[in-house]
């Protein structure tokens, strides 16, 4: 196998794979990540580099990657350490996009009652419940 084709096998730029791998026990490279800017005002991507094995040399880092990508790997194999992290990883991407567009809930609290307006309610809304307390 030649450098350019273990780095392209044993490499990512998905942060959340990347923090996967190195959660079963996969080590970083010596030279760990790079960072690949262009001329957008952007921070740029990060490309993760990895050793082809884990610690224990039972876990190979190209088959994990490809594992990652495959939904048929993890529904045949949902015991698997690996499956539970990437479960648990794409879990929070969820929420935490859940959280970006959620309305948060004002608590108004009005001679012992309680009611809960989204902030972005129409003003017919807000009126309505706030009559009622």
Known sequence: ?????HLS??????TMLAAALCAVGIPLAEKPF???????AGPGRMI???EPR???????TKDLIAAWHDDAWHLANPEHPFAYIKCALLNR????????TDV?????????????LP??????AEDFILRRL
């Open 9 to 14: 096998s044993t490499s990512t730029g998905n």
């Open 104 to 116: 948060p809930l004002a608590c108004i609290r009005r001679r012992g009652r309680i009611a809960f």
């Open 34 to 40: 790079v960072r690949v800017v262009d001329n957008t």
């Open 119 to 124: 902030l972005d309610a129409t003003p017919q």
């Open 48 to 50: 993760w580099f990895f």
């Open 54 to 60: 884990s610690h224990d040399g039972r876990l190979l």
């Open 1 to 5: 196998m030649n450098a350019v084709s």
């Open 93 to 100: 991407e969820r929420l935490e996009e859940k959280l970006r």
